[in-house]
């Protein structure tokens, strides 16, 4: 099932359900995330957030994007979903039963991508429309981008808390 970005509300995914993505994204790992919420703003709308420290040939070209541990995130969640509505985390490893928590409150969904697949990854992006706090670095900045048929993604955290790590 291909979803359409931004999703308002996740809450009809399901635990397994396998999809795939199109429309804008961002990534945001450990330094991106702790200034958003330190700052309270994201440069970018996070409406899904993708965990991942892109590599980008020339500014443009995104020739590896594989996922990085989410669970290094957890303690941003609640302000992403609150804050920023975000209703889509993607990353690899899962998230924490407090994270869960506040995926049912707010009806979001974590969305697993298969480890060291990062050139697959990359196949989906078709565009960088814009790198933001590039001062953070190529791995940390936020990376705005355009996805078509990006994935494969297992629901692996649903807004019922439910969790495929457990």
């Given at each position: ?54 590599l980008v040939k020339n500014g ?43 995926f049912e409150e707010f009806g ?20 960088v429309k814009a790198v933001l ?34």
């Amino acid at each position: 099932m291909n979803i359409e970005l931004p999703l308002k509300d996740a809450r009809d995914l399901k635990l397994g359900d396998i999809v795939t993505l199109s429309g804008e994204l961002i990534t945001m790992r450990d330094r991106a995330s702790r200034r958003a919420a330190e700052n309270g703003e994201v440069p970018a709308p996070a409406h899904t957030v993708y965990h991942c420290g892109p590599l980008v040939k020339n500014g443009s070209k995104v020739v590896s994007a594989g996922p990085t541990t989410s669970a290094r995130l957890n303690d941003y969640t609640r302000t992403m979903a609150e804050k920023f509505g975000t209703r889509i985390f993607i990353g690899k490893g899962g998230m924490s039963r407090e994270s869960g928590k506040v995926f049912e409150e707010f009806g979001c969904a974590y969305l697993a991508f298969t480890g060291g697949a990062g050139a697959l990854a990359a196949r989906g992006i078709k565009e960088v429309k814009a790198v933001l706090w590039e001062d953070l670095g190529m791995a940390e900045a936020v990376w705005q981008l355009l996805v078509e048929d990006f994935g494969p993604l297992v629901v692996a955290m649903d807004a019922t808390a439910g969790s495929l790590y457990k």
